[in-house]
Nanobody
Framework: QVQLVESGGGLVQAGGSLRLSCAAS????????MGWFRQAPGTEREFVAA????????NYADSVKGRFTISSDNAKNTVYLQMSSLKPEDTAVYYC??????????WGQGTQVTVSS
């Protein structure tokens, strides 16, 4: 079993930056991919960014390309989401996710990001 714990959310003004962290523990050797999703009030959860551990392939939602960067520290089993040029529409609960080749199956508890205009 893998457990995920997010941190780093908060309140920031538009144009500002935040870095989210997600620490994985447990059977981390089984992880094939990790990523970030977000959910704003009244909307469905949406994909933000992800990467594949072997090879480092990354993928981003069009809405965050050029502003967000996903990275990892394999020694710490931690994945990061560096968010820059934040917009009010980035306000959401951000969730870390992990999974095998079949997709994301493990989720963190979420961390709130609020961007004020």
């Amino acid at each position: 079993q893998v457990q995920l714990v997010e941190s780093g959310g908060g309140l920031v003004q538009a144009g500002g930056s935040l870095r989210l962290s997600c620490a994985a523990s447990g059977r981390t050797f089984s992880i094939y991919t990790m990523g970030w999703f977000r959910q704003a009030p009244g909307t469905e959860r949406e994909f933000v960014a992800a990467f594949i551990k072997s090879g480092g392939f990354t993928n981003y939602a069009d809405s965050v390309k050029g502003r967000f960067t996903i990275s990892s520290d394999n020694a710490k089993n931690t994945v990061y989401l560096q968010m820059s040029s934040l917009k009010p529409e980035d306000t959401a609960v951000y969730y870390c996710a992990a999974g095998g080749t079949g997709g994301f199956a493990i989720w963190g508890q979420g961390t709130q990001v609020t961007v004020s205009s």
